[in-house]
């Protein structure tokens, strides 16, 4: 199937913005508040229309397929003809909890589809799970607690500073300046606020002062490529500002955060330190079974130790950032890019039914 002309959905998800409705849901019980609209509307459009562009550059056939919801577009879902589902959904109707179980779904209609498999993505948006399993990998994570309405699952014995972050969220949400807190009144008030204001877990990390590193990975299993490392520079941050990559540093393009930043490939990095932010990344990529593109976030603190914030299946592919700005360092053109991410996800198909086939005989 390899080279061949496919017929690619590009799946993506939206949600009734209707405040109304979202009023009677929530009377009706439903507890998690939909944060993704802000970011959304912050993407202007771009990734799925630009991916669109290099599918048809490809030669393939790309039509889009919007999830609204609402469980009629599951059903139609369901009819989808579709050779390969370029997934692009982060949550269904507004919550990213459930953005495991839409690609569950996928799974069960027994459609070919691109990224990570549900399990994969639990695994990571749950950061608590993320970093037991990264603890057992013997690979470096900041020392944690989680509290979730008193109660607390697991502490290490942490010190200040710490930063305090919602355990599910990610995009940045409910990160700001006010994360990182010094003293006990601090952080029992940003525990509060992260149970307020996500009704999620708090997730209670050692700060790590150092530099902020991301690795964009290709491939899946044995076969994957380090892409060149980014940098996001955060040096420029006010003084008394902690150098996060807050809401604000990714996506208000009005403030100072946002505009005193910016990503780069990585530089002044030695061949040592490169080739452990490398092995470290990848290590995490295959403990959480991301496939076909991942990144994974780092820091790297002054003493050289290389730690894991946390692994993101399915990064945002929009061309201006940092995975196809990584992609194109290593030579790539994004019509490349978009065509390997799909050549990966065809190829493990065609290499199960290789080994189903083995199986048979
Ligand atoms: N333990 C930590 N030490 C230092 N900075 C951190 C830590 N955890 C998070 N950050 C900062 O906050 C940013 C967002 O945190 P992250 O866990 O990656 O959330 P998200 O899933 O929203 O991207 C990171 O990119 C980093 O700048
Ligand atoms: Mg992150």
Known sequence: MIGAKLKIALLYDLWNEDPVAAAAKEEAG???????????????????????????????????????????????????????????????DGDDTKEMNVVAYVDLLGLRYTGAGPHAIFMSQDKAIAKKIFAFHGIRTPFFATSYRGRIEHAHDISFPLIVKPSWEDGS????????????????ERIEYIQDEFDSPALIEEYIEGREIYAGI??????????????????????????IASYDVKFEK???????????????????????????????YRALKLRDYGRI????????DVYVIEANPNPWLASRQEFAMAAKASGMTYVELIGSIVDLAMSRYLNANLVNAAAMH
């Open 30 to 92: 439903a507890t998690r508040k939909p944060h993704k609209k802000v970011k959304a509307i912050k993407k202007e459009k771009t990734d799925r229309e630009e991916i669109f562009e290099a599918l048809q550059k490809l030669g393939h056939e790309p039509s889009f397929f919007e999830l609204d919801g609402r469980p009629a577009s599951l059903h139609s879902l369901s009819r989808c003809d579709a050779d390969l589902v370029f997934n692009l959904t982060e949550s269904f």
């Open 173 to 188: 949400i409910g990160i700001d300046a006010g994360s990182v807190v010094k003293n006990i009144k601090e952080m029992m």
């Open 218 to 243: 290709l491939g899946s299993y044995e076969r994957t490529q380090v892409l060149p490392l980014v940098e996001l520079d955060l040096s420029r941050l006010p003084e008394g500002t902690p150098r």
């Open 254 to 284: 009005n403030t100072e955060a946002y505009k005193l930043t910016k990503s780069a490939i990585a530089e002044n990095l030695d061949e040592v330190t490169r080739k452990r932010l490398e092995d470290t990344a990848l290590a995490a």
């Open 297 to 304: 976030d780092m820091r790297l603190a002054p003493n050289g």
